[in-house]
């Protein structure tokens, strides 16, 4: 599922045929490579694209030239390629050359789309009741976040009595590490030191802004890849009426491991008070080339007798049974939950595994594209 997007179209016109045999002087035996038919590719501002995605030459002598292939008008694309700048309509012209010194080029639409509300957007069956696609906001703040849907949840947990979360987190987070950029939020995970702590990020909640009991909670997000990352698309209970974690319950749409590529769950939490809790959860192992690192929808379904989670179009797993102590089912996923966005370092969820001071020689982002939530009509 992906945002509503206005083309804005700006045809870079390319004098070149698909798959041309440039130097057939050089082509001895006649044979030249020959590429495979190629889809076209989409984009969108602010994402990354790998525009080799689904590039196959072949040559009867040669054999698999696909590693050989080049682009030669990089420079004609949408801004820096991979990360897109500009909107519109481009050709991406490939070549690649045998060893007879056959040159083939082969050509590919590329349409990079800008971003509109997802917000006037709707699906069969339900109301939307909370949407945020990060666009322009009358309530925003300095770092453009809408301020009467989320708040700045800072600090190492210990205003809660939980120092690193109650997970062994080794990051303390701050309002600095969140901020909105063209549509998109980006929490950012930092390499500093602070309030005795190594690492910086961001957390976000919709506490006392916004909660609900059932409906469809989704989320685009793209992950961060590297050792010791923890991101994180999840729930926990406005009132907590039952009792203490777990006992009123708590809900992950998405949890990820930033050292597995292609792996991402969600899970229940649930029963009594720790220690006496517990939990079920279901994963989902993406293809090659579509893994955290690129956008996917996070999403649950959740009624009185079962939640479903997606990603993307994909049920991954379904919980039907649960409790908590001294109280009936569906207890306690039978009140409200809020939102919660953050990026952990480190914590018991992957071994307390802490990443190596290198990653952060580049920006370690989780980018989300809109947070969105709907209720059952009657």
């Not at 009991?213 to 729930?235: C, H, N, Q, S, V």
Request: charge should be negative.
């Amino acid at each position: 599922m992906k945002k509503n997007k206005i083309i804005m179209m700006f045809l870079v016109v390319l004098a070149l045929s698909a798959c041309t045999e440039t130097n057939p002087e050089q082509g001895a035996t006649g044979a030249v490579p020959v590429f495979s038919e190629m889809d076209d590719i989409t984009g969108y501002v602010g994402e990354n694209v790998n525009i080799l995605e689904g590039v196959l030459v072949t040559d009867q002598e040669d054999g698999d030239l696909t590693d050989n292939v080049g682009v030669s008008n990089l420079n004609d694309l949408a801004g820096n390629v991979p990360v897109l700048t500009n909107s519109g309509e481009y050709i991406i012209e490939y070549l690649v050359t045998d060893s007879d010194g056959n040159e083939v080029r082969a050509l590919r639409v590329f349409t990079v789309l800008t971003n509109t509300s997802m917000c006037n957007t709707s699906i069969e069956g339900m109301t939307m009741t909370f949407c945020d696609d990060f666009l322009d906001s009358e309530n925003s703040d300095a770092s453009g976040l809408d301020t009467t849907k989320w708040t700045y949840q800072n600090g190492d947990g210990s205003q809660f009595g939980i120092p690193g979360w109650g997970n062994n987190e080794k990051q303390y987070y701050q309002e600095d590490n969140s901020y909105v950029n063209e549509g998109f939020l980006y929490i950012e995970a930092k390499l500093e030191n602070t309030s005795g702590y190594n690492y910086t990020s961001g957390k976000l909640v919709t506490e006392d802004n916004f909660s609900q009991t059932y409906g469809r909670f989704e989320a685009r997000i793209k992950l961060p890849l590297g050792d010791g990352l923890w991101p994180a698309f999840w729930m926990l209970p406005e009132d907590s009426v039952y009792g203490g974690w777990a006992r009123s319950g708590e809900i992950d749409i998405m949890e990820a491991k930033g050292r597995l590529e292609n792996h991402a769950s969600g899970a229940i939490h649930y029963g009594g008070s720790w220690p006496n809790n517990t939990y079920q959860s279901g994963s989902h192992d993406f293809l090659d080339g579509e893994g955290i690192d690129t956008f996917h929808v996070y999403a649950v379904e959740w009624t009185e007798t079962s939640i479903k989670w997606y990603f993307d179009d994909t049920l991954v797993w379904e919980a039907t049974s649960w409790y908590s102590e001294g109280n009936e089912f569906p207890a306690p996923f039978n009140q409200d939950f809020y939102l919660v966005l953050n990026l952990a370092i480190g914590g018991n969820f992957d071994g307390n595994i802490l990443p190596p001071d290198s990653l952060f020689n580049d920006s370690v982002l989780m980018v989300v594209d809109y947070v969105r939530v709907f209720e059952y009509n009657d």
